[in-house]
């Protein structure tokens, strides 16, 4: 039972391009939601997460933008570059639990010079 | 600064034999602690999480083990693996609470 969808499974980007990779959940006892960012041959790492009581999140050229009554949550990566080409998973946190992330299956982006 | 490490970072195992990853953590006390699969093309799949020494909970039924002998020690074991048992390795670490975990750099697991 796949709780947390993730499209697409890859994606091609001129760079200065934006980047948009969607998340929808089926649960609503999610209370957060991580984006994180892996390399090849590399663990995943954070790149940026919003709680739901908020409905977009900024941090440099990433954005998140939260859709509560839609269940939806996509990342965007404006001006991309060849160094964002990696592949990005998104999660969620169950809300009664302080470690239970629920992956997304994974989108690898490739942004081209 | 916290750090993560395992080891080894690729290893190759013939169908039957043990299995023994191990993960530490420096810069922290008392994290908790997790062992994640990540299959080809897919999403991490959580295996098992720690609280404290010697606490190991399981995610999913399976052929593999896990024990926490020190406050930032972590290993993934196995008495006879499955040709099944392949796949990426994940060890990450969190604070108590509501904190992000991070993850070490993984151990790539390949059974012939």
């Known amino acids: 039972q796949q709780q947390v969808k993730q499209s697409p499974q890859s994606l091609i980007v001129q760079k200065g391009g934006i980047s948009i990779i969607n998340c929808a959940y089926e649960?609503?006892?999610?209370?957060?939601f991580p984006w994180y960012q892996q390399f090849p041959g590399k663990g995943p790492a954070l790149l940026i997460a919003i709680r739901p009581d908020v409905s977009e999140k900024k941090e440099g050229r990433f954005t998140i933008s939260f859709n509560k009554s839609a269940k939806q949550f996509s990342l965007h990566i404006m001006d991309s570059q060849p160094g964002d080409s990696a592949t990005y998973f998104c999660a969620a946190k169950w809300m009664d639990s302080s470690y239970k992330l629920i992956f997304g299956s994974g989108t690898r982006l490739l942004v081209r010079p | 600064s916290q750090t993560i490490h395992q080891w080894p970072a690729t290893l190759v195992q013939p169908v039957g034999s043990p299995l023994s990853l191990e993960c530490t953590v420096e810069g922290t006390s008392n994290p908790n602690l997790y062992w994640y699969r990540q299959a080809a093309g897919r999403g991490l799949q959580l295996l098992f999480y720690?609280?404290?020494?010697?606490?190991i909970s399981s995610e999913v039924p399976q052929n593999l083990s896990a024990s926490r002998p020190q406050d930032r020690q972590f290993i993934l074991s196995s008495k006879k693996l499955l040709l099944s048992d392949s796949g990426f390795y994940l060890c990450?670490?969190?604070?108590?609470?509501?904190?992000?975990?991070?993850f070490g750099d993984g151990t790539r697991l390949s059974i012939l």
């Open positions: 720690s609280v404290g020494i010697g606490q």
């Open positions: 649960n609503t006892a999610f209370d957060y």
């Open positions: 990450a670490w969190s604070l108590k609470g509501n904190q992000p975990q991070h």
